[in-house]
Every structure is written in C-alpha cells, then in structure tokens.
C-alpha cells in the first residue's frame, strides 16, 4: 500500500495541458483548504482587531520570504540544473550543495535579525496598533519560520519539478493549508491567538517535509558544504537577484495596501484579505498552475533554439489562461455575494462584512486576466535569461499600485460624488470603512497596466503573438458576457424560489444559476468551435491519472 502511494506521488508527468490540470486539480484542493480556512477564521473572529492582528503578523515573514527564499525559487534554479544534470548527477549534487549552503546561512542570519528588529519593524508598519502590540510582534516573531521552511520547500521543488513530479509539488499547498487548520482548530483554543501564528510555522514545515522523500531517493538531498564553489553562486546570484526583486516589488505593493489598510479602521486589512484570498483561487488554478506547466518547457524550447515552437506554446498557454479566466471572472463578478455568503458567512462574519468582502472581491477579481497573463509573461522572459524587462515593469507596476490606490483613497474621502458613484455602483452605501475598496481598485489599475507593457514587450520580440491570442479573448468574453446576463436573471427568478436567508437558499440560488450560465456560455463556445474547448476535451481523454509511472529508485543509504 506505501509502495502504491510513493508511487502514485512518483509519476512524471509530460505534456502541458496535462501538467497544466494536474496543477490545477491540486490548486483547487488546496483552495478548497483554503476555503475552509478562512471560513474557520471568520466565523471565530469576523472582520476585526484579531484577525487583523492575524493578517498583519504575516507581513514581514512574507517580505522575507520572497526577497531572500526566492533567491532559491524554481523559476531561478531550473536553468542551472538542467544544464548541470545534463553532465552528470555529480555536477548536479555539488551545484546543489554549494546553493544550499549559502542559502542556510543567509536565511539563518536575516531570519535571527529580523527577529530582533521586529518590533522596531511594526511600529513603522502599523502605528494604530498599541493595545494589542505586544502581540502582534509575538505572532510575528513565531511566523518567521514560515519563510526559513518554504525556503527550503522551494530549493527542494527544483528538483522535483525539473524530474516532473508534479504530484509532490501540488501537494505542497494542500498541506501547508492543512497546518494552518491545525492552529485554527487545536492550537488556538491551547495557546489563545499566537497558536494561530504556530499553525502557520507547522504548515510551512510540512510544505518542505513533502519534499523530502523523493529528493533523498533521487541521492540529491542538500548538504553543508563549507568548501563549495563560490563561482556557482555567483553565477546564481547574479542570475536570480532581478528576479528575487521583481518578485518583492509585488510584496512591497501589498505590504504598503495593507498598512493603507489599518488606516481605515478595525477589520479593514481581514476584509482586504477575505477578498484578496478569494481572487487567488482562480488565479491559483489557472494563472499560476498554467505558467508553472509551461515554464519548464519554455526553458528546453528556449535552449534547443525552437523559436517557432517557443512562440506557439505561449499562444497555446495564453489563450487557455483567457478562456478559463474569462467566464470565472464574470461569475465571481455577478455571484459574488452568494460566493461571500457561503464560504464566510457564519459566526461573527456579519452582512455589512459580506457586502464589503464582495465588493472588494469583484475589484480584484477584474484583475484575474492581468496577472496571469503576466505571471506567464514573466516565466517566458525568464526562460529566454531576460530578467531586466519584468524587473523595470513589475516595479513600475508596484509604484503605480501604491501611488493609485493612495490617490483612490484621498480622492473617495473627499469627493462625495466619486465616493457616492463607488458606493452605489458596488452596492455598499452607508457602510462604515468602504474606503478600503480603493485599495483592490489600486491594485487592479496597476495589475492591468503591468499586463500591457509586458504584452507590447513580448509582441516586439515575437511578431504574431497578439493575433489568435485576442480573438480566444473577444470570443471568450462575448460569450461569457452572454452568461453572465443569463446568470444574473436566473439569480432574480430562484431569489423568489427558495429563501436566499438561509445557508441552503442562498447556496442553491447562486449553484443553480451558475450551472444554467455555464451550460449557456458553453453552448454559445460550441456554436463558435472554440478550439479551447476541444483541446479540453482532447486532454481528459488522455486521463492524466494514468500517465506512465516512473519506477521509484531504490532510497540511498
């Protein structure tokens, strides 16, 4: 049974849309986690000073994470091992060791610095905490093993990924969510709100224990090795250092929106991240999972010379990024009370939470297109060694975030037109701290503008790219236009037929009317012979679950 389970986990899998759903299969059980999660959270604390404590906690372990952890991500280290594996398993190991070695001790001494200046750090970042001060820098503190782990996970899922083992590296977020459940439901109630903080310290471990496993029967599990090669690394650093900072300026965007956040009042950073966590299911399963599938065989068409093939996988991948993207969008747009209801609507998560929640989650969900097509953007320019480019755009990006979501914000306090427009467009009049809502707002302008400059950059270097990729978008969104038009009748008609003040009615009313808007939108797809569509079906008929197995190598001693 264990020799079936390893495996099961072992297989390797080929081919982009299979890897792509794979990906996203797993994305949407870690989602599902993630759901119930933040379910968990708000219907113990609803939108308040805890959860917000909560949320802020996270910021400084996250700024770590992805301006010193990523220096190791996968998009990084990829390249290098493949062209170290491709000489011997030896080359591989010493490359291996010699990155890891210097990570440790990097990680290792920026995390036990941070952990001394933390207090310093908060009062900086979120000045109207002071009652509850003592405690936000104790979950802070505790959280700062997050980084440390999913380092070290990262580093690992290199080589799993480079060996297609998807499987393991899906599984990574389900049971980093699991560890958060696990400080939610036992930890919490054991050691008060810091046991929230060690649920995420457990999560981020088993992140990395995951790993492990496979790249030990590989015989390529990291060691220290004071003696390693310092021209390696450097060839790694100079590599990764513009990637690690395009990656941080994302992080600087949102470390700014949430301290903008605390400004508004209590509950103003959990409602700005309920939201910003139910955009990124979407963007999970679809944005993330298809540029992670893609990468690996950008970077082999890259380095064979392949440009024709080059361009033609990233039309392929685009094009499925948008029509999946597409029709999600605008049902998480006309349904997004009914979403909000069901996965937070219990306990002390009240309705004015909903409301606000739901309307922040339209705005970032207008962003869902943006950021994956970026997200792909970026792995291709990195796959061809061109890190300057998303550099530049994605700092730009950053700025413009900040920028426009602080002008959004001084511009709703103080225009009343422009604030009563928002509040009615969005549904949320006379609800206390709607202002946040500039704030998703800001994002989704700068996420939109980052998109464009990063489109225009690649359509300069690859002529032909725009031409199928926009006729997959207006076709996608025609037809996805029409659902939504359809889904939102239905929600008229079934607001009668069953009582929406209730878990089950409002639950059916938005199902029922989803499917019907499905079943319209992919008939309407059908009419249009999308190609998309067909690929789909063309891939799930391979059934992904029985790629070959790769037999398990025997564990080295």
């Not at 808007?517 to 789909?536: A, C, P, W, Y």
């Amino acid at each position: 049974m264990v020799r079936k389970v390893i495996n099961f986990l072992n297989k390797e899998i080929g081919g982009l849309h299979e890897a792509a759903y794979l990906l996203g299969f797993f994305a949407i059980l870690s989602q599902i986690l993630a759901l119930i999660r933040d379910r968990l959270l708000a219907h113990s604390f609803g939108a308040g000073t805890t959860l917000d404590l909560y949320y802020a906690a996270f910021r400084i372990p996250d700024f770590l994470f992805v301006s010193i952890a990523s220096v190791v991500s996968i998009s990084v280290l990829i390249p290098f091992l493949m062209e170290r594996l491709d000489k011997g398993e030896k080359e591989a190991k010493e490359f291996i060791d010699a990155i890891f070695t210097v990570f440790f001790f990097v990680i290792g001494s920026v995390a036990i610095v941070a952990f001394i200046l933390t207090p310093w750090l908060l009062r900086l970042l979120f000045p109207v905490f002071t009652d509850d001060f003592p405690l936000l820098v104790t979950m802070t503190r505790i959280m700062l093993l997050s980084p440390i782990f999913l380092g070290f996970s990262n580093f690992l899922a290199s080589i799993t990924q480079i060996y297609k083992r998807f499987f393991i590296y899906a599984l990574s977020p389900v049971v980093y969510n699991i560890g958060i459940i696990v400080g939610i439901v036992f930890f919490y109630p054991l050691f008060g709100v810091a046991g929230l903080a060690w649920g995420v310290g457990l999560g981020a471990f088993l992140h990395f224990f995951i790993q492990v496993p496979f790249v030990y029967q590989k015989a390529l599990f990291p060691r220290l090795n004071l003696a390693a090669q310092f021209s390696i690394i450097k060839k790694v650093v100079i590599v990764s250092l513009p990637r690690t900072l395009t990656i941080s300026s994302n992080e600087i965007a949102k470390l700014f929106l949430i301290s903008i956040a605390a400004t508004v009042g209590g509950g103003a950073i959990a409602l700005f991240n309920f939201s910003w966590n139910l955009q990124s299911v979407p963007l999970s399963i679809i944005g993330v999972s298809y540029s992670l599938a893609a990468f690996p065989i950008l970077a082999r068409l890259h380095t064979s010379g392949n440009r024709e093939k080059f361009l033609e996988q990233m039309i392929t991948s685009s094009k499925h990024i948008i029509f999946w993207s597409v029709p999600i969008m605008v049902l998480f747009i006309v349904l997004r009370a009914q979403i909000v209801r069901v996965i937070l609507g219990s306990g002390n998560f009240d309705w004015s939470d909903t409301r606000l929640t739901a309307a922040g989650l339209a705005l970032f969900t207008l962003s869902l297109i943006p950021q994956g097509i970026t997200l792909l953007f970026v792995r291709a320019f990195y796959s061809r060694g061109d890190t300057k480019k998303p550099l530049f755009m994605n700092f730009f990006s950053a700025f413009l975030i900040i920028a426009c979501s602080y002008m959004l914000m001084r511009v709703f306090n103080e225009v009343s037109i422009f604030r009563y427009f928002i509040e009615t467009i969005l549904r949320v009049e006379d609800i206390p701290g709607s202002a946040v809502l500039m704030l998703p707002l800001g994002f989704t302008i700068g996420a939109t503008i980052n998109m464009i400059l990063h489109w225009i950059s690649f359509e300069r270097e690859f002529r032909g790219y725009s031409k199928d990729v926009l006729r997959t978008l207006f076709q996608s969104l025609g037809a996805a236009i029409i659902m939504g038009a359809v889904t939102h009748q239905f929600l008229n008609v079934f607001a009668i037929v069953f009582d929406i003040n209730t878990f089950a009615g409002i639950f059916f009313q938005g199902f029922i009317s989803g499917i019907l808007g499905i079943f319209v939108g992919i008939t309407l797809l059908l009419l249009l012979r999308s190609k998309e569509l067909t690929d789909i079906a063309l891939t799930l008929k391979r059934r992904i679950w029985k790629a070959k197995i790769i037999p398990t190598d025997t564990i080295q001693s």
